[in-house]
């Protein structure tokens, strides 16, 4: 567990997540994750259906020493007794499966629940359910119908404005990249969470400050946004 700044203020900040997995075969996650951090992400989710609990264990406990110096959030996916064991800080739920009433039960006083959304119907679910902390939005691209993702944006944005303290954070996900991102934005999303834009790029901590310099600009060209800030460091 890891304590700082707290963990609901960091998560209302956080404007960039990014879900990777062991980098078993590259063999440089603690590495990987440091640049990442270094860039602007602010919380790495782990899912890597390949790796058993040991090593998955193994590896979260190497994004966690390695997010300490930028106070980083590191996220177990899925697995409530992985989650249990590693004393998480955030667990990410799929949109099936475990309630997030029973993933409480496994996780410290002070964890947080995320839970994905890919329907307007689990977004809706997710805002009620109060033992979700916040949401993935998506896939925005690469769904079976076109631009269906960014109504589905759309939707969460008029549901859950980003710049309503009222409401909780969500990241919009799914195979958002520099090239998309602006798009994703205009859809009215302020966080976004990514994979192969940085995970495959040649330079991960140049792919994430680029990423991170396009939402930040977005979110402070917000008033709103802006306001959001200041209302979270009091909290």
């Given at each position: 567990?890891?304590?700082?700044?707290?963990?609901?203020?960091?998560?209302?900040?956080?404007?960039?997540?990014?879900?990777?997995?062991?980098?078993?075969?590259?063999?440089?996650?603690?590495?990987?994750?440091?640049?990442?951090?270094?860039?602007?992400?602010?919380?790495?989710?782990?899912?890597?259906?390949?790796?058993?609990?040991?090593?998955?264990?193994?590896?979260?406990?190497?994004?966690?020493?390695?997010?300490?110096?930028?106070?980083?959030l590191v996220s177990a996916y899925k697995s409530v007794e992985l989650a249990e064991e590693f004393e998480a800080d955030?667990?990410?739920?799929?949109?099936?499966?475990?309630?997030?009433?029973?993933?409480?039960?496994?996780?410290?006083?002070?964890?947080?629940?995320?839970?994905?959304?890919?329907?307007?119907?689990?977004?809706?679910?997710?805002?009620?359910?109060?033992?979700?902390?916040?949401?993935?939005?998506?896939?925005?691209?690469?769904?079976?119908?076109?631009?269906?993702?960014?109504?589905?944006?759309?939707?969460?944005?008029?549901?859950?404005?980003?710049?309503?303290?009222?409401s909780k954070p969500w990241f919009a996900v799914g195979g958002i990249t520099a090239a998309t991102l602006d798009r994703?934005?205009?859809?009215?999303?302020?966080?976004?969470?990514?994979?192969?834009?940085?995970?495959?790029?040649?330079?991960?901590?140049?792919?994430?400050?680029?990423?991170?310099?396009?939402?930040?600009?977005?979110?402070?060209?917000?008033?709103?946004?802006?306001?959001?800030?200041?209302?979270?460091?009091?909290?």
């Amino acid at each position: 567990m890891t304590a700082l700044l707290g963990l609901s203020t960091r998560l209302g900040l956080a404007r960039l997540l990014l879900i990777t997995g062991a980098r078993a075969d590259e063999g440089d996650l603690s590495e990987f994750v440091d640049a990442c951090f270094s860039g602007g992400v602010d919380l790495i989710q782990l899912r890597d259906p390949s790796a058993d609990q040991a090593r998955l264990l193994e590896a979260l406990r190497t994004m966690r020493r390695a997010s300490y110096r930028y106070q980083g959030l590191v996220s177990a996916y899925k697995s409530v007794e992985l989650a249990e064991e590693f004393e998480a800080d955030l667990l990410h739920l799929p949109e099936r499966g475990e309630s997030p009433a029973a993933a409480r039960g496994h996780l410290h006083r002070w964890a947080l629940i995320g839970r994905s959304c890919h329907t307007n119907e689990q977004v809706d679910a997710a805002l009620a359910d109060p033992e979700v902390n916040y949401l993935t939005v998506g896939p925005v691209f690469g769904g079976l119908t076109p631009d269906a993702g960014l109504e589905l944006v759309r939707y969460a944005t008029r549901v859950a404005p980003p710049g309503d303290p009222d409401s909780k954070p969500w990241f919009a996900v799914g195979g958002i990249t520099a090239a998309t991102l602006d798009r994703v934005l205009d859809a009215g999303a302020k966080r976004i969470a990514v994979s192969r834009a940085i995970t495959a790029a040649a330079d991960p901590e140049a792919a994430a400050i680029a990423l991170k310099d396009r939402v930040r600009q977005a979110w402070n060209a917000d008033p709103a946004m802006q306001s959001l800030t200041f209302q979270v460091f009091r909290h």
